[in-house]
């Protein structure tokens, strides 16, 4: 059913490491965000995209970046990630135009130790 | 910047028991949208409004946007157990169409 595609869905690494959170989508949609999520909380916005070649930070200060070579995928990386990087990442994507609702993938759960 | 708030932040309801949550923004919206997400799940669109004073039903849902554009609420009839889940508004300010700045979420269990 998804057309947005997250991977992986979980993972745990250590502190330190460097990360790739993928994000792709089937849609041919032109705008797509990240937005990270504690359990039960609520969403907070830290990157989006217009187009290709086209990044914004969102409203939350993220030590993530992202990066928009195609227009189906939206990497977010984290250089070195620490415990407080722990949280759900979700991806979503929408046409343009000011009534387009979003397609979330199903999120990917990282866990830093 | 753009703030959306929801109330309440967590309703717990007797199965058969209406449900109300209540959406305001800060800023005049463009338009309102609704999700769901249901637990460990992702947000799931629901609808959309756009005209000031707007309403919309699905089934047991009723959806509606305030006459100024700045608040929303959703309502439903006679709860079911299908519908747990947190509940989230969404909508990008006027003229800001590019970000579409979630609300708090109202967090909805139903005892059956």
């Known amino acids: 059913e998804a057309d947005i595609y997250q991977t992986p869905r979980y993972l745990v690494i250590g502190t330190g490491k460097k990360i790739t959170l993928e994000c792709s989508q089937t849609?041919?949609?032109?705008?797509m965000y990240w937005y990270q999520q504690d359990p039960g909380m609520e969403l907070h916005l830290i990157h989006y995209?217009?187009?290709?070649?086209?990044?914004e930070k969102g409203d939350l200060s993220s030590e993530s970046t992202v990066s928009r070579i195609r227009t189906e995928h939206f990497p977010l990386t984290l250089e070195s990630a620490r415990p407080s990087h722990t949280s759900q990442y979700l991806c979503?994507?929408?046409?343009?135009?000011?009534?387009?609702?979003?397609?979330f993938g199903n999120g990917t759960r990282l866990t830093v130790t | 910047g753009q703030q959306v708030m929801q109330i309440p932040q967590y309703q717990h309801v007797q199965e058969g028991e209406d449900f109300t949550t209540y959406c305001n923004s800060s800023?005049?919206?463009?338009?309102i949208q609704w999700y769901k997400q249901r637990p460990g799940g992702h947000p799931v669109f629901l609808i959309q409004?756009?005209?000031?004073?707007e309403v919309k039903k699905q089934k047991r849902l009723t959806f509606q946007f305030g006459e100024a554009k700045k608040n929303s609420s959703l309502h439903i009839t006679a709860t079911q157990t299908t519908d747990v889940g947190t509940y989230f508004c969404?909508?990008?300010?006027?003229?800001?169409?590019?970000?579409?700045?979630f609300g708090t979420g109202t967090k909805l269990q139903v005892i059956p």
């Open positions: 979503a994507s929408n046409s343009q135009g000011e009534a387009s609702p979003l397609h």
């Open positions: 849609m041919g949609h032109d705008k």
């Open positions: 995209s217009y187009g290709v070649n086209s990044t």
């Open positions: 800023t005049t919206l463009s338009n």
């Open positions: 409004l756009v005209k000031s004073g």
């Open positions: 969404a909508g990008p300010p006027t003229g800001g169409y590019q970000k579409v700045t």
